[in-house]
């Protein structure tokens, strides 16, 4: 049995989200390989093959696969899935967009957002917004799969030295083509890999009180921002900046949820997170019923009184 899976990067670096899915496929036994796909990505490759565990890297260089445009990856990968019983992508933006595509074109089915591997068939994942899990099953010849990066502790980025070997990618699809990607740019950590993240939610009535309440806070923990949806529909912040189902999954060491009611799309995306702290005026929201600490009170009253007291 053998694994493949595809890395996460920026053609420079492998993404910490490539570790937590190296560390699920681990969990299947058998050889490791991984698939580095875009242009003038040689440093990324290289920071693969530096993986502990890591068999071989695949380096496919092509300047139409730099962007990681789903048709012309996927095309990639089922080149290159027959040779494997297993094929692991992150469920990020990009695994999400790309291995549907695979699965349709291998005609099996896809096994999306896993939390644990129970063996080389089975698998458990979350449904119903995280509030069940359900154990699933597959008969197909190659396991098309996403993995939940937050379920899997990271393995360390370096100690192996696996060899590079450079596989032709098919040629250009010319489906689609980039145009322009307009990125927001942020002295802060990256919200799905923050060890610490501080949310606000439609209790902060307006993006300026994000700006003079929670970010001070935020300054004083090194923290990332997150959001509600609530708040992120409203206008309130950008919508990067949404935790939860429909938004991004995170698990940091702590988590502050500031005037979130805790709705179950929210809860979804953050509640396995190490600690929770809450601070809501209502004391039967149900963020509290997930929280390690609650504290029942005027937001504008405790944020402000709690950043004075991180500067004792």
């Known amino acids: ?21 190296v560390a699920a496929a681990q969990k299947l036994g058998g050889e490791i390989h991984v698939l580095v796909a875009g242009h003038q990505a040689g440093e990324a490759a290289k920071a693969a093959a530096q993986i502990p565990g890591i ?21 990639l990968l089922v080149q290159v899935a027959k040779n494997y019983s297993h094929v692991l992508a992150p469920a990020t933006s990009n695994g999400k967009n790309v291995m549907p595509r695979v699965a349709a ?44 990066t937050t379920a899997f502790d990271a393995v360390a980025a370096t100690g192996g030295s696996a060899p590079v070997e450079h596989v032709s990618a098919p ?14 740019k942020s002295e802060r950590p990256e919200l799905t890999a923050a060890k610490i993240i501080v949310s606000g939610g439609r209790g902060m009535g307006s993006g300026e009180n ?9 300054d004083k923990l090194g923290a990332a921002m997150g959001a509600s949806r609530a708040a992120v529909d409203a206008g309130f912040v950008p919508n990067d ?8 999954i995170v698990a940091p060491d702590l988590y502050v949820a500031v005037g979130i009611s805790g709705a179950i799309q929210h809860l979804a995306g953050m ?41 004792k």
């Open 271 to 311: 509640k396995d997170s190490r600690v929770i702290v809450a601070i809501n005026k209502d004391e039967e929201a149900p963020i509290f019923q997930v929280a390690d600490f609650g504290v029942v009170g005027d937001l504008f009253q405790l944020v402000p009184s709690l950043v004075e007291e991180l500067k």
């Open 171 to 184: 040629a250009d699809s010319g489906l689609s083509s980039f145009v322009t990607r307009e990125v927001s």
């Open 105 to 148: 074109l291998l005609d099996v089915q896809q096994i999306s957002d896993i939390a644990a591997v129970e063996s080389a068939d089975t698998f458990m994942r979350p449904i119903y917004a995280g509030n069940a899990l359900a154990t699933v099953k597959s008969k197909d010849a190659i396991k098309i799969i996403t993995v939940r």
């Open 55 to 75: 068999k071989k890297v695949l380096l496919a260089d092509a300047p139409h696969l730099g962007e990681f445009l789903a048709e012309n990856v996927a095309a």
């Open 210 to 218: 994000f700006t003079k309440v929670l970010e001070p806070l935020a």
């Open 1 to 21: 049995m053998s694994v493949l899976v595809v890395a996460e990067h920026d053609n420079k670096t492998v993404k910490k989200a490539t570790l937590n899915t």
């Open 241 to 248: 900046w949404q935790v939860g189902q429909t938004g991004k």
